[in-house]
């Protein structure tokens, strides 16, 4: 039997939640408020609550404002499915489709923006608590978060769809917090999908969130989290996952698809781990480190990065160019070890024409160890897939399956700039891959057969 602090949007008497989910749930939440006011009563208080959201489609036209901790909403299927992939979908096409929107159970977030708007107000889902102790202990799980459409930005993209724009967020945490968890998660079409402040033990594990802007925000500062086991996939003017003046931050069994700007970015984090991820990019800067990033590891990774082979996409890029470097640092004692790195490029696509790309670039910082990492680059035009396939899915996999022997690519393998002294680089590069002032760093180079 459903206890009184199980609620059943469906079921509530307040709203329509097909017509205003929003509407609903502060309903909900404003009754749970009601009914639990003592802070402490025969050892408890406020156990919270848990909204379940049944599978079916909601529209979202009230913003979901949380103030209270261990409140957990959850759905019964993520209902992910590619929109980019349908709204790029030759015309003639579109009546044979099985599926056309995000199934499970889905919220249709649909704010109406004023002009000149807050971030914080596209968002579906608005948490903030001021006051002690934090707020702790919210949860979502299993729902899918759709923002519709992107939006007309001004660039003159031909399909509005591929801007990445329109304002919208998932889940916007303003407030410190304690214990948050998004699990099973489902988001798509969304400007931001997960923007959090000020996160401690923060889970980010098990979801799929991939074409929206950015996916993953950690910002402000934060400590002692983790961002697991996820699929996710940002556009070309986003992070796939970001995070700002953390400390502890664990990123680990990702599976990031391409075309964010950047896979992993880290600004000022210190003493966290980039372990066991699969990381492809179709540009430069899949791992950045920005100010004074420090005593991290960057280890037991897969990085992919080739060109985009879906024609809807191939005229866009992050703005950087193979000078910059794969994996860029700035920062105090990094180790960066034991990672497989493949470029697979065609020599037409690299800027500057002619240029070798740089792999790892240390840009400033001392004492960064950086040892046993494999590269293996290589030139030269893949299979073409089928004439007759638009699909997205088939080029990239078919290019992501072309290992047939391929001219091999001159590149940059380590590039120590020199405002960065007293590195260390064994066995990740020959002596003419590795640019750096042997006086002051140093290094070790890789055999090479026969010499």
Request: aromatic letters at 8%.
């Amino acid at each position: 039997m459903a206890g009184k602090n199980y609620y059943d949007v469906t079921e509530w008497p307040v709203g329509n939640p097909y017509e205003d989910i929003g509407e609903v749930i502060n309903s909900i939440i404003a009754d749970v408020k009601s009914r639990q006011t003592d802070a402490d009563q025969n050892g408890g208080g406020k156990p919270g609550a848990v909204i379940y959201i049944p599978t079916g489609d909601y529209r979202l036209a009230t913003q979901v404002v949380i103030d209270i901790s261990y409140l957990k909403i959850m759905g019964s299927g993520h209902g992910f499915i590619s929109s980019s992939i349908r709204f790029n979908v030759p015309e003639s096409e579109q009546e044979s489709l099985h599926e056309v929107w995000p199934g499970g159970s889905r919220i249709m977030a649909d704010i109406r923006l004023e002009a000149g708007a807050e971030e914080s107000a596209g968002a579906a889902f608005y948490i903030k608590r001021e006051g002690n102790p934090r707020i702790s202990s919210v949860e979502f799980e299993g729902f899918c978060i759709d923002g519709l459409h992107f939006e007309d930005d001004g660039s003159g993209e031909p399909n509005p769809e591929n801007t990445y724009v329109n304002g919208k967020t998932g889940i916007y945490v303003a407030s410190a917090n304690d214990s948050f968890r998004i699990t099973g998660m489902g988001m798509v079409y969304l400007e931001h999908g997960v923007t959090i402040y000020h996160a401690d033990a923060l889970s980010i594990h098990d979801n799929f969130i991939a074409e929206c802007g950015s996916c993953i925000e950690l910002r402000g500062w934060g400590q002692a989290s983790k961002v697991t086991d996820n699929l996710i996939g940002a556009g070309y003017k986003g992070y796939s996952i970001y995070a700002q003046n953390f400390g502890a931050l664990l990123v680990t069994a990702n599976n990031v698809f391409p075309r964010g700007a950047s896979s992993v970015c880290f600004d000022n984090v210190a003493r966290s781990s980039v372990t066991g991820n699969r990381l492809h990019s179709f540009y430069p800067g899949m791992i950045e480190f920005r100010g004074n990033c420090s005593e991290n590891l960057i280890s037991a990774n897969h990085l992919l990065r080739d060109h985009e082979p879906w024609p809807p996409m191939q005229a866009k890029d992050n703005g950087l160019d193979d000078l910059h470097g794969l994996l860029r640092i700035s920062g105090n004692y990094n180790s960066i070890m034991a990672n497989h790195i493949s470029e697979v490029i065609e020599e037409q696509y690299l800027k500057p024409a002619g240029v070798r790309p740089v792999i790892i670039h240390v840009v400033s910082g001392k004492g960064n160890y950086i040892s046993n990492n494999h590269i293996a680059a290589s030139a030269g035009a893949a299979d073409e897939p089928d004439a007759d396939s638009d699909s997205c899915f088939a080029r990239q996999v078919d290019a992501l399956l072309t290992v047939r022997e391929l001219k091999e690519l001159p590149v940059t393998a380590v590039l120590i700039e020199k405002e960065s002294e007293n590195n260390t680089v064994l066995d990740t590069g020959s002596g003419e891959q590795v640019v750096m002032d042997r006086t002051v760093n140093a290094f070790r180079a890789v055999p090479i057969p026969g010499v």
